[in-house]
């Protein structure tokens, strides 16, 4: 029976690292299409959403079904554990890929303004803890897990930062104040994709470590 265990383990693990390319795509698709009001890639994102659902239901359907046939203990019930955490946080990206991509819908309807500042540098820093919450998860990192949840802090700074942006520029511009929505609302879901990459980052530590680390506080590496 414990073969049989391990074989079903490495195609959950397998399922799970194809789930996490698709999200991925979908968020760099997402930033992509709001960065050159791009209205196909958008819809395609949105398209898109579908098969990461339907992934992200069988993959849960699966570890469901190891925990009752195969009633697994320690380190093996610790890793599905974690396959159902992150699998469903990475849905949850992928969902927001899609809210992503409906505001660059939205925004290609309508005459081009300027973006706030600071939404660049949260794209690049969001995308980068993306990145990294799924690189540590390939490679079992803990190191690079740890670096991601330092990353967090920086991200929530930007977002506070672009909502002062948002409130002076409507002020003086208050006829473009949907487009400054959609931009607030894209800040929105890059803050809220960093969360669900530092809740992956965390899984990652647990799953190696056995340590729950979520509520302890982050420190520099060194």
């Known amino acids: 029976m414990a073969r049989h265990l391990q074989q079903e383990i490495e195609k ?28 196909c890639l958008a819809q ?8 990461i659902d339907r992934a992200e239901v069988d993959l849960e359907e699966d570890c469901l079904k190891i925990l009752a046939l195969y009633q697994p203990v320690a380190t093996d019930l610790r890793l599905i554990v974690s396959v159902m955490k992150i699998n469903n946080d990475i849905e949850r990206i992928g969902d927001l890929a899609v809210n992503i ?47 991601v949840r330092t990353g967090d802090d920086e991200v929530d700074d930007l977002n506070r930062q672009i909502f002062r942006e948002f409130s002076a520029a409507v002020r003086k511009n208050p006829e473009n104040v949907e487009c400054l929505l959609s931009y607030l609302s894209v800040g929105r879901h890059l803050e809220r994709i960093a969360d ?25 590496e060194g």
Not at 21 to 32: F, G, T
Not at 46 to 51: A, I, M, N, T, W
Not at 123 to 141: E, F, I, N, P, Y
């Open 101 to 147: 991509a409906e505001r660059t819908l939205f925004l290609c309807t309508e005459p081009p303004i300027e973006a706030p500042s600071d939404l660049a540098d949260m794209r690049t820093k969001a995308l980068a803890m993306l990145t990294g919450s799924l690189d540590s998860l390939v490679r079992q990192d803990t190191k690079r897990a740890r670096e």
């Open 12 to 39: 959950l693990k397998g399922k799970l690292l194809a789930l996490v390319a698709n999200a991925k795509d979908a968020v760099e698709k997402a930033v992509k299409s709001v960065d050159e009001r791009d209205a």
């Open 44 to 51: 395609a994102v949105v398209e898109g959403d579908e098969e």
């Open 196 to 220: 669900y990459a530092t809740n992956i980052a965390e899984d990652v530590i647990y799953l190696m470590e056995g340590e729950i680390v979520r509520h302890k506080p982050t420190l520099p």
